[in-house]
């Protein structure tokens, strides 16, 4: 199993950055890919950002340019950089790995993009 722990979260202003952490209990190299998600209330769970197999990287179309996903594997940690945020940005980010054809998730982090 993986339990995995998000932090980073907070208000911000419009414009503003930063950067979501997602620490996991479970060694980088044994994960199969990694994801951050974003769920806004009434809205549905939407993918934002994912290293898939390979390394490669994909990012939802809204954050290109805006978002940066990355991880540093001797930390097992999973981090996404946020930037230029705009107030849809805002709802609970979460982190989701898949491990040995199983899907985990953290809890999320809020972020909040208001004046």
């Known amino acids: 199993q993986v339990q995995l722990v998000e932090s980073g979260g907070g208000v911000v202003q419009p414009g503003g950055s930063l950067r979501l952490s997602c620490a996991a209990t479970?060694?980088?190299?044994?994960?199969?890919?990694e994801a951050w998600y974003r769920q806004a209330p009434g809205r549905v769970r939407e993918l934002v950002a994912a290293?898939?197999?390979?390394?490669?990287?994909n990012y939802a179309d809204a954050v290109k340019g805006r978002f940066t996903i990355s991880r540093d594997i001797a930390k097992n940690t999973l981090y996404l950089q946020v930037s230029a945020l705009k107030p849809k940005d805002g709802g609970v980010y979460l982190c989701?790995?898949?491990?040995?054809?199983?899907?985990?998730w953290g809890e999320g982090t809020q972020d909040t993009v208001s004046w």
């Open positions: 290293i898939t197999p390979g390394d490669n990287i």
């Open positions: 479970r060694n980088m190299f044994d994960i199969y890919s």
């Open positions: 989701n790995v898949n491990y040995e054809r199983n899907d985990y």
